[in-house]
């Protein structure tokens, strides 16, 4: 049924013979078409048409960069994931993954009731087993496979003429009592397999072979057979879609300034992120040109771990007191403007405190 509500209206425009509208007195009336809402493909179909002489992947940086310039072809949004797809084949396994140093794992002695309680605390869902070190890995064990563990065990078994008689509440269908918490990983065989790869593997290899092979984390293996690191699929796809928070990610404070103007940041923190947050006063120099983080530059100076207490002067006018280390890394520093600093020691040699006999 079509709608023929505005045929008697006098103030509704007329179709002429051709369509076109004419208002009251005869004028005809031209209608502007409404925009069309053009999606992120139909924006970049006309460039898979790769011109003469060029490559799509120019045609797309090209396109980029006359967007970038006033079109707004693209969102700030739709732009950034599109740099973010072309710079992901030069990224390397190396580039996205997580150091070893912050890998969390777990020993293939490790009992049921201690790894329930590793993952309630680590919010993964996955993390990789080992034996005795992180040299020695033998496979992953996903939270899934523990809770099915759990469930199977503690499942009561109830004769079917019961079981039709009366219908038992959900409680009464699991005694958590038959689960033994002092098992071992080992034990329960809870493992699954896991990727080991080089650093050097291109990252969108690695997510291929992950989709391929449906595993979500690959260990980072080193030319002498050590663990470098730990990548999740997660990680590459936040390479182009930027991160992904769950309801277990906390919002981690990297750097905290307190009233006196004395800053206290986490060692991972990015030294771009600190200098913006410090001001143009904090100028890392040439120490900074290799390293990206604050624990980074703090053991590019001194070509070791320093250790907790120590005193350095990784940026004119500033000094860095590691308020806390262990062995394999630096987590805390407190960077102290040096008009805030206290008098410094006779000893003080390439920015480093030595202990001096008044500490001993």
């Known amino acids: 049924m079509s709608d023929t509500s505005h045929q008697n209206d006098p103030a509704a425009p007329a179709k002429g013979m051709n369509g076109q509208e004419s208002d009251a007195e005869g004028q005809s009336i031209t209608r502007a078409p409404a925009p069309e809402k ?16 060029t490559s799509l992947r120019e045609d797309l940086d090209a396109a980029l960069a006359e967007d970038h310039h006033g079109d707004t072809a693209f969102s700030p949004e739709e732009r950034a994931m599109l740099h973010n797809i072309l710079r992901l084949r030069e990224l390397r396994v190396e580039d996205v993954m997580i150091p070893r140093a912050d890998i969390e794992a777990v020993e293939i002695g490790t009992s049921l009731g201690d790894l329930l309680e590793i993952f309630e605390k680590s919010g993964h869902s996955r993390m990789p087993v080992f034996a005795e070190t992180l040299d020695d890995p033998r496979g992953m064990v996903h939270i899934r496979d523990v809770v099915n563990h759990i469930t199977k065990i503690s499942k009561v078994k109830v004769q079917r003429k019961t079981a039709r008689a009366t219908k038992l509440p959900t409680a009464a269908k699991f005694d958590l009592t038959n689960i033994d918490l002092t098992k071992t990983i080992s034990d ?15 990252a969108s290899d690695l997510m291929g072979r992950m989709q391929a092979q ?82 980074g530059l703090i053991f590019s100076i001194l070509g070791r771990i320093p250790v907790r207490g120590e005193m350095v002067q990784a940026v004119p006018g500033y000094e860095f007191h590691v308020l806390e280390a262990d062995p394999r890394r630096i987590r805390r520093v407190r960077i102290v403007p040096l008009r805030h600093a206290e008098r410094k020691p006779r000893n003080q040699r390439q920015g480093v405190v030595e202990p001096s006999a008044d500490d001993e």
């Open 188 to 202: 329960l065989n809870l493992m699954r397999t896991i990727l080991f790869v080089p650093p050097s593997m291109l």
């Open 214 to 295: 449906r595993i979500q984390i690959a260990l980072v293996i080193d030319e002498y057979g050590g663990t470098d690191g730990l990548v999740s699929l997660e990680d590459i796809v936040e390479m182009v879609v930027g991160d992904i928070e769950d309801e277990h990610d906390d919002d981690e404070v990297m750097i905290v300034e307190d009233p006196e103007g004395i800053f206290t940041t986490d060692a991972r923190a990015d030294l771009d992120e600190v200098s913006e947050k410090i001001g143009a006063g904090f100028v890392v120099g040439e120490h900074g040109e290799d390293v990206d983080t604050v624990g």
């Open 38 to 53: 053009r999606s992120l493909l139909s924006t970049i179909f006309p460039f898979l048409r790769a011109r003469p002489g």
